[in-house]
């Protein structure tokens, strides 16, 4: 397995590179003079060309393109993530602050998908065609029907405008109050958690209903296992693999944001920090964050093949 | 592992029931009831910051961020008012002498008030303010891409600005308490002569401790190391200014919002007021759930509400009070009056007849709105003082085909497409335009933001209205930055590389507000000063009489104002599309809330307090 991964890490490198080449390259076509949208509207005529050139310096981005390229490669050797002309600052300072919102906003999501998730896919498959079953194919129908913005207000309406129970959006006033956080994460982790539960439970599900249909289940059966080892012991520790996939795939999520949740709750997030920049043109920082999403989905992968040889003897990665 | 995961979960929900306390939900101090107002923070709510807190708007100037500049940085010699008025601050200033030098350039000597501290205790001295102009003026700001123009009408402004010379001649510190500016004489008389002396103290002591300021008759120079000075002003003091000297001290600003404490050392506004609320946070929230927040408790204050529906809920609430202005400006449809079609008069007046600005200020404003017909707001004092003669002379351009056709038969666009026809009224419809002489369609591309229902109620209107006139119109959209970058930089791109005559755009008018730098000079024609790229000799030339009127002939200045309203009104630059009546809104707790359309509630925060 070692072997196996440091071939798989080398791999990763060009993978990367033409990645960055392409994202960019892509920033470079785009429209418009991020050196001209720094500078306030009311700066004097005069003052403007020399405020111009001065940025520009600053920026490098009075080099040939090539140029730019290869030193915007050595900044993020250094882990310099170059500077956002949206708010005047290093990317990575634009940047700390939400993707600690993200990371834990995208936690509680994941925490409860995955619980929920699996507990509910392998009820549903246990009492498939009855009641329960019936309701968690409903509740996945409609999660996946349904857009994020709309679950969102929704609950906004009931639980903070209608109960008061919970703030509408934002972020907490006191950032050292643990249960002021809570509170501010209840609706856009349930947002987030039904959205995500939609497509996870359906999954669990079929892998289990795939499971208990081998002939290894009849046999524990036929043996007297209690139908608990049965369920979780046999059928279940088989249906993981396609459960890994799904599970992997979402830890790519906790770093991605939540743009349209992050928006409608107001919540300082990496989504949210995207859809400015890319409003914006703040070329740096769009770049910067979609090479982190493209290293985390690639890593993700990695870790998924990886996770598969654990959990499934039969698999040797060589 | 499960339960690892049930406590989990139980900790998060128990966290949230726990505290929850009921009222308004957010569980922070902002609880309703008289009892509890004694403390209470003041919450209020803002759609985005970019965390830009300096005193200039040298790096940047999101009007986000102003609010929490208004609030933390003061003690400026001059004051606006909330009537909008130039006055000199009295509290911060003891005696202004104006005098006459050698040249003829005209010298202020401005006294500090004994007493003014920066909010950690250190005296505000003369140093500060002569440390400010030094640092807005200097080259070093320059290179690092800010841009200042405070002090720009200084004598020695030019040679210090541009590196000649370490000196800043028409600034200098007398003793402690005393320092004098000189303005050029070229630059007067001009009618906001009080706006040359805004300026807000820096912190010396925190950003130029290494240096001293020292003058001689030459003026004033920094001992110190000014790039290294305007390299803590530009990368951490703007962040988190802690050391300032307005009515509120800077505390932190995390996950975009902001948080400041009385500062009580502040000695007051110029009508010797000082803040009773302890505590204020300036929040970003979704913008289309303030007024609910607002009804419901979880902010204080909502400013600059338009959306009729918005406003009908608010006024229906029992616990929210309102403040309701004329805004200060005009959303508008500005052209690039060099290009194409938009070159000619004729058209541009067809175009601002075709707009039914009515429908747009019900469909979009729900009737919170009116129209203007020129470079004005309802609010300023000249409009008040001329309306009757304004309204005498001004073309109104309310929505009319026929007046458009009119206006359109008198412009080069009054043929068929041969060149030679003359255009019929009767086979007006889509495909059937009007041409110029060289067989050129009257062809009108505008420009609008995505997602705006402006754009969409403009489209709506010239998709139908436009064919009517012969006019063929064609829309496209982009984002803000995009819309931005048409606008403003088009005008300087060859025509080769430009497509748009017309955008969807918004004017705010400054405290000080001259026409000569907000957009219609030729001086300044094809650059973001001038982006409408209008260049008319008699419009400059009333202009220049207009902001060169002294300060003290109001009465003449309104006469002028008057002969440059119709000018503008004549050229039509951009069409003035609605000027809003702004809304803004707050928990009915609240004493003195009585914004202006000159002063928000963080310039008037020393008249608010809970009752």
Redesign the interface.
């Known amino acids: 397995m070692i072997k196996y991964s440091i071939k798989r890490i080398l791999s990763l490198i060009p993978v990367v590179f033409a990645i960055s080449i392409v994202l960019f390259g892509l920033n470079k076509l785009m429209?418009?003079?991020p050196v001209?949208?720094?500078?306030?509207?009311?700066?004097?005529?005069d003052?403007?060309q020399?405020?111009y050139d001065?940025?520009e310096e600053?920026l490098g981005l009075d080099k040939p393109v090539p140029v730019q390229y290869v030193n915007w490669v050595k900044n993020i050797a250094q882990g310099e993530l170059g500077y956002s002309t949206?708010?005047?600052?290093p990317v990575k300072d634009v940047l700390a602050?939400p993707l600690k919102?993200t990371i834990i906003l995208n936690g509680?999501v994941l925490?409860?998908s995955l619980?929920i998730s699996i507990f509910a896919g392998i009820w549903s498959a246990i009492k498939r065609g009855k009641f329960v079953d019936q309701f968690w194919q409903v509740f996945s129908l409609i999660g996946m029907s349904m857009p994020s913005f709309f679950i969102g207000l929704c609950l906004?309406s009931v639980f903070?405008?209608k109960l008061?129970?919970?703030?509408?959006?934002?972020?907490?006033?006191?950032?050292s109050?643990?249960?002021?956080?809570?509170?501010?994460?209840?609706l856009p982790?349930t947002t987030l958690t039904i959205m995500s539960l939609a497509g996870t439970i359906r999954y669990v599900r079929n892998a289990m209903l795939d499971a208990l249909s081998q002939d290894y289940i009849r046999t524990a059966r036929s043996k007297g296992l209690s139908e608990k080892v049965v369920i979780y012991s046999h059928a279940f520790r088989n249906a993981l693999i396609p459960i890994i996939t799904v599970v992997i795939a979402q830890i790519g999520t906790l770093f991605g944001g939540s743009m349209v949740a992050e928006?409608?709750?107001?919540w300082?997030g990496l989504g949210r920090v995207l859809v400015?920049a890319?409003?914006?043109?703040d070329s740096m920082t769009v770049i910067a964050l979609n090479m982190f999403y493209a290293v985390i989905y690639l890593v993700s992968n990695f870790v998924c093949d990886l996770a598969y040889a654990l959990v499934d003897p039969r698999i040797k990665l060589d | 592992m499960k339960k690892l995961?049930a406590v989990?979960?139980v900790a998060?929900m128990a966290?949230?029931g726990?505290?929850?306390n009921?009222?308004?939900?957010?569980?922070?101090?902002?609880n309703g009831g008289n009892d509890a107002n004694a403390g209470k923070?003041l919450?209020v709510a803002t759609f985005?910051m970019?965390?830009?807190f300096h005193q200039s708007?040298?790096?940047?100037?999101s009007s986000y961020d102003k609010n929490v500049r208004d609030l933390i940085h003061g003690y400026s010699p001059v004051a606006f008012t909330a009537d909008g008025e130039w006055i000199v601050d009295e509290t911060v200033i003891k005696e202004l002498v104006k005098s006459e030098d050698a040249d003829g350039n005209t010298v202020y000597t401005w006294t500090l008030n004994d007493g003014l501290k920066w909010n950690d205790g250190e005296p505000v001295t003369a140093d500060d303010y002569v440390f400010a102009y030094l640092v807005a003026g200097s080259p070093q700001l320059?290179?690092?891409?800010?841009?200042d123009?405070t002090g720009?009408n200084f004598v020695g402004y030019t040679e210090y600005?541009t590196g000649e010379s370490d000196v800043l001649g028409g600034v200098k510190k007398i003793d402690d308490s005393t320092f004098s500016v000189t303005v050029s004489k070229d630059k007067l008389p001009y009618f906001w002569e009080l706006s040359f002396m805004r300026v807000y103290p820096y912190p010396m002591h925190v950003l130029g401790a290494d240096g001293a300021i020292e003058t001689t008759d030459e003026g004033s120079k920094f001992t110190g190391d000014l790039a290294e000075a305007v390299n803590k002003f530009g990368?951490d003091y703007r962040?988190a200014p802690t050391v300032s000297c307005g009515p509120y001290s800077f505390i932190?600003f995390?996950?975009?919002?902001v948080?400041m404490v009385k500062n009580e050392n502040f000695a007051g506004t110029w009508d010797k007021k000082t803040p009773s609320i302890e505590t204020i946070?300036v929040?970003?929230?979704?913008a289309t759930?303030d007024v609910?927040?607002l009804v419901?408790g979880?902010v204080d204050i909502v400013q600059g509400v338009v959306e009729g529906d918005k406003i009908e809920k608010a006024k229906a609430a029992e616990n929210v009070q309102e403040s309701t202005y004329a805004r200060n400006g005009f959303g508008n449809v500005p052209m690039h009056t060099d290009f194409g079609a938009t070159k000619e008069k004729e058209v541009r007046h067809a175009i601002a007849y075709i707009l039914d600005k009515d429908d747009l200020i019900n469909n979009i404003l729900g009737g919170y709105g009116t129209t203007v017909n020129s470079d004005y707001s309802t609010a300023s004092w000249t409009y008040q003082a001329k309306k009757s003669e304004l309204d005498s002379k001004l073309i109104n351009y309310a929505f009319s085909i026929d007046k458009a056709n009119a206006e359109l038969d008198n412009s080069s666009y009054k043929f068929e497409a041969d060149g030679v026809t003359p255009w019929d009224v009767t086979k007006a419809g889509e495909g059937y335009y009007r041409h110029n002489a060289a067989g050129e369609p009257l062809t009108i591309t505008h420009l609008g933001t995505n997602d705006n229902p402006v754009t969409d109620t403009i489209e709506l209107q010239l998709k139908q209205n436009a064919p009517k006139a012969g006019i063929d119109f064609r829309i496209e959209r982009t984002?803000?930055?995009?819309m931005?970058?048409a606008y403003?930089?088009g005008g300087a791109k060859p025509d080769s590389e430009r497509k748009y005559n017309t955008f969807n755009m918004a004017t705010q008018f400054?405290d000080a507000p001259d026409p000569y730098?907000s957009s219609y000079a030729c001086?300044?024609a094809g650059?973001?000063?001038n982006p409408s790229n209008i260049c008319d000799p008699e419009l400059d030339e009333i202009i220049q009489r207009l902001r060169h009127t002294s300060s003290e002939n109001a009465e003449e200045f309104a006469d002028i104002w008057v002969e440059y309203q119709v000018k503008w009104n004549d050229l039509m630059p951009m069409v003035p599309i609605y000027a809003n009546q702004y809304y803004d809104f707050a928990d009915a707790d609240l004493n003195g809330f009585n914004t202006t359309p000159f002063a928000s509630w963080a310039q008037i925060i020393c008249d608010m307090s809970w009752k």
């Not at chain 1, 928006?263 to 107001?266: M, N, T, V």
């Not at chain 2, 009921?22 to 902002?30: L, V």
């Not at chain 2, 320059?142 to 841009?147: D, L, P, Q, T």
């Not at chain 2, 984002?479 to 995009?482: L, N």
């Open positions: 429209p418009g003079d001209a949208m720094m500078i306030p509207t009311n700066t004097r005529p003052q403007y020399m405020v001065a940025i600053n949206t708010y005047n600052k602050e919102n509680f925490l409860f619980t906004i903070a405008f008061k129970w919970v703030p509408s959006n934002g972020m907490p006033t006191d950032l109050d643990l249960a002021a956080w809570a509170r501010y994460l209840v982790v928006q409608i709750f107001s300082n400015t890319l409003n914006r043109r | 995961v989990c979960m998060l966290l949230a726990c505290s929850s009921g009222g308004n939900g957010n569980g922070d101090t902002n923070e919450v985005d970019n965390g830009d708007e040298g790096f940047g100037n320059v290179a690092a891409g800010a841009s123009s720009e600005h990368s962040f932190s995390e996950n975009k919002q948080k946070i929040k970003t929230v979704n759930l609910d927040m419901n979880e984002d803000f930055a995009g931005l970058d403003y930089y400054s730098y001086d300044f650059t973001p000063s």
